[in-house]
């Protein structure tokens, strides 16, 4: 079977099992959330496969290339619970996108697996903004329903944790010292989820914040994994960090 | 072309603010702030990537970034407000 018939029949089955989502309920959904996310992760694994074959290059596994498309399938199961998918039309569009998303992040993964492709620069420069959009819906999605620290914190961490694996998946750093690093953000934007949920701020404002953190955080250690961390590049990324801050409460605050 | 990875975060946190700013500024309902906040990462992202294509240097400094990001994103709402407005209208 060619690549694009493969990848057609696959965001078939995303399409189709997020569509479904919305008329299930738990603990059949879970269930359901379940079965497309695997299906997901081991179909994008045999398109990259079979990309790798068909260069007659070396066998690659991977199993960080599954996190990018568990977390966009399981983002979209996530945020299309929230209130603005209501509507009819927002559902389809809601669906497509997700959808659209998903089909993206293969491609640009199948095209980011050599430094010698000649559309890797796009292929990084699409993923690392696919990550960021997604790191905020689903930090938009744990935020909205004010679970307990214990659930939402440790959701923001797993994701987090996840997000910045496929962002330094980029800097050719070995996988120990990227988990490690990885983690220590994730345990820090983990602490900010805890410490914003004394505020009385909506789901987008909380998203934003959290997002803001992952910036700074993510954009530190780049600079410092690439050799390029100087007191300036410190300064901006601490500069932007706290005006976006401020902004964000400072407009999240104000009487409505 | 190469972009430094970080300004693409640095993009979509200024396009998700804008948007998001549009969306409070006009009172939109739940299917507007999630289309303004969309147009807004697209536009900054259009923005951002517009200064790499200036003659100024192999980075782009911040605040030209920035600038070209809230601008990009700005203009992208403003038009699509605009055709929106005009459809209605009629």
């Known amino acids: 079977m060619a690549h694009a018939d493969r990848l057609v029949l696959l965001a078939g089955v995303v399409a189709a099992g997020l569509g479904l989502s919305l008329i299930t309920t738990p603990p059949l959904l879970w269930l359901l959330a379940g079965v497309v996310i695997a299906t997901a992760c081991v179909g994008a694994d045999q398109l990259i496969h079979a990309h790798w074959r068909a260069r007659r290059r070396r066998r690659r596994y991977d199993l960080l290339l599954w996190i990018f498309p568990a977390l966009v399938v399981a983002g979209a199961f996530l945020v299309l619970r929230l209130p603005f998918f209501e509507s009819g039309i927002a559902v389809v569009l809601g669906v497509g996108v997700s959808t659209a998303l998903f089909v993206a992040v293969v491609m640009c993964q199948l095209h980011s697996l050599s430094t010698d492709d000649p559309r890797y620069r796009l292929a990084r420069f699409v993923l690392s903004l696919l990550a960021y959009v997604t790191a905020f819906g689903m930090y938009s999605a744990i935020y909205a329903p004010r679970l307990r620290s214990a659930f939402s914190a440790t959701g923001v961490t797993v994701v987090t944790v996840l997000i910045c694996l496929e962002l330094f998946r980029g800097q050719q750093v070995d996988g120990r010292r990227a988990l490690l690093y990885a983690s220590v953000l994730g345990l820090a934007v983990g602490e900010v989820t805890w410490a914003l949920n004394y505020w009385l701020i909506g789901p987008l404002a909380g998203g934003l914040l959290l997002l803001a953190a992952l910036y700074v955080g993510a954009g530190i250690i780049q600079s410092h994994l690439s050799g390029q961390l100087t007191a300036r590049a410190l300064a901006e990324f601490a500069g932007v960090g706290t005006a976006a801050v401020a902004l964000v409460l400072g407009v999240g605050l104000l009487p409505s | ?90």
């Open chain 2, 1 to 90: 072309m190469s972009v430094a990875l970080s300004d693409v975060g640095l993009w979509v946190l200024v396009g998700l603010v804008v948007g998001w700013l549009a969306a409070l500024t006009d009172r939109a309902s739940d299917e507007g702030v999630l289309a303004d906040v969309a147009i807004g990462v697209i536009g900054a992202c259009l923005g951002g990537l517009a200064t790499w294509l200036l003659p100024v240097s192999s980075r782009s400094p911040l605040i030209l970034s920035i600038a070209a990001a809230m601008v990009g994103a700005s203009v992208l709402l403003a038009v699509v407000r605009a055709i929106t407005t005009a459809r209605w209208s009629r």
